[in-house]
């Protein structure tokens, strides 16, 4: 059974940082694109940001430019996001799965999300 699980999110006042990861069982991370996004209650669901499988090109939402980094550790089967600066804005459950719209790749599998919180 595939399962992607997020951790690390939480309460952090602006300008704070956090850093998710998504960890995998039953899958090989290393071999997928890995893309996490967010969801505001009553919003779509955004992409934020993704990275490739073997080259680990990265994409990045405008909003998100210069604040967040995504990266992955193949030991440890895992993929981080790292939010720097964070604002308000940036509260939202956020998601990782193995779709990576921008980059035309869809996957199936998705994590159920962990919420994070911006305020003072």
């Known amino acids: 059974q595939v399962q992607l699980v997020e951790s690390g999110g939480g309460l952090v006042q602006p300008g704070g940082s956090l850093r998710l990861s998504c960890a995998a069982s039953?899958?090989?991370?290393?071999?997928?694109?890995i893309g996490w996004f967010r969801q505001v209650p009553g919003k779509e669901l955004e992409g934020v940001s993704c990275i490739s499988d073997a080259d680990r090109r990265t994409y990045y939402t405008d909003s998100v430019k210069g604040r967040f980094t995504i990266s992955r550790d193949n030991a440890k089967n895992t993929v981080y996001l790292q939010m720097d600066s964070l604002k308000p804005e940036d509260t939202a459950v956020y998601y990782c799965?193995?779709?990576?719209?921008?980059?035309?790749?869809?996957?199936?599998?998705w994590g159920k999300g962990i919420l994070v919180t911006v305020s003072s």
């Open positions: 039953g899958i090989t991370l290393e071999y997928f694109y």
């Open positions: 799965s193995t779709s990576c719209p921008a980059f035309g790749y869809s996957g199936n599998y």
